[in-house]
């Protein structure tokens, strides 16, 4: 979302157990809330939203965030990188 009150708006959310991300001076992320319910908050404190938006993760990002501690990426000091040319 955005808003010229990030600061207000992302206190206000985490008073309601949203957890808030900012992403920018007048960007924010949240979790844990609803559109409907930020636009209501935020409303009913007086504060201006320019977007409010929900964003989906896909579903590499939902698995990756969940094996993300399992993952098995390493690379061996004594193997040579061999050319394909």
Same mark, same amino acid.
């Given at each position: 979302m955005a808003t010229p009150q990030a600061l207000s708006l992302a206190a206000l959310l985490r008073e309601? *157990? /949203?957890?808030?991300t900012a992403n920018g001076a007048e960007e924010l992320s949240v979790k844990g809330m609803g559109c409907r319910d930020v636009g209501?908050?935020?409303? *009913? /404190?007086?504060l201006t939203l320019y977007e409010l938006s929900a964003q989906r993760a896909s579903l590499e990002d939902a698995?990756?965030?969940?094996?993300h501690e399992h993952a098995d990426f390493r690379a061996l000091a004594?193997?040579?990188l061999r050319s394909t040319r």
């Open positions: 309601k *157990g /949203a957890t808030v209501i908050l935020a409303a *009913g /404190a007086g698995y990756m965030e969940l094996t004594d193997s040579p």
